[in-house]
């Protein structure tokens, strides 16, 4: 697996060897997914974004290939990654508020709960380095909750792939979504007042 990384990293710094260049290719790509949501267009928005997902993986790749990892690098992947996500939450949100035909408030709360839990689950890590609440870089590393952002979407685009045969099933997925998003929160939570 190392090796095909790699190797993947050797191909992409050749066609643009800038890591931070792939990072906002990757904001593009999901732009677009974006918008093909908002125009109820569920399949081409979802092959969309698994390429701004592939992209994020590739601006690491490239990285770590021309040995230039740096802070702003870091930085940007993770402001964009927010970005990503806003992107495709909202994108959705849209969709189903057309497709669904007795779309209710509630579904308005599962949405909210959703992108706030995304949002969230990073930040507890970043606001407590950043507080200075734990400063041990080890201690920090301990802080990743059971559903990480690679585990959400990959569950969202499952969802979104399953609900082109069963179009009344996404909703369910952004629900179970949402709820494991804020548990997750709670989980690093507790991590940071424990390794305190």
């Not at 949501?37 to 092959?47: D, H, R, S």
């Not at 698994?50 to 690098?73: C, M, N, Q, S, Y």
């Not at 993770?78 to 959705?92: A, K, P, S």
């Not at 949405?111 to 689950?121: E, R, V």
Request: charged share 20%.
């Amino acid at each position: 697996m190392k090796i095909l990384s790699e190797k993947i990293g050797v191909i992409f710094s050749k066609i643009i060897p800038s890591p931070n260049a792939w990072t906002t290719i990757s904001l593009f790509f999901a732009a677009f997914g974006f918008w093909s949501l908002l125009k109820n267009n569920l399949l081409i928005g979802l092959i969309l974004f698994l390429i701004a997902g592939l992209f994020d993986k590739v601006d690491g790749l490239v990285a770590r290939t021309l040995k230039k990892e740096t802070p702003l690098g870091a930085f940007l992947d993770g402001v964009i990654d927010r970005y990503v996500e806003t992107f495709l939450f909202l994108g959705l949100f849209l969709y189903v508020s057309q497709a669904k035909a007795d779309f209710s408030l509630m579904d308005c709360f599962w949405f909210f709960l959703l992108i706030f839990g995304s949002l969230m689950t990073p930040f507890i890590k970043a606001y407590a380095d950043h507080r200075k609440l734990i400063t041990d870089p080890d201690k920090l590393d301990k802080m990743k909750g059971f559903f990480s952002r690679a585990i959400r979407l990959g569950l969202i685009y499952f969802g979104m792939l399953f609900s082109l045969f069963y179009p009344d099933s996404l909703m369910s997925f952004i629900i179970v979504i949402a709820i494991l998003s804020n548990l997750a929160v709670l989980q690093r939570i507790r991590l940071a007042i424990k390794l305190i």
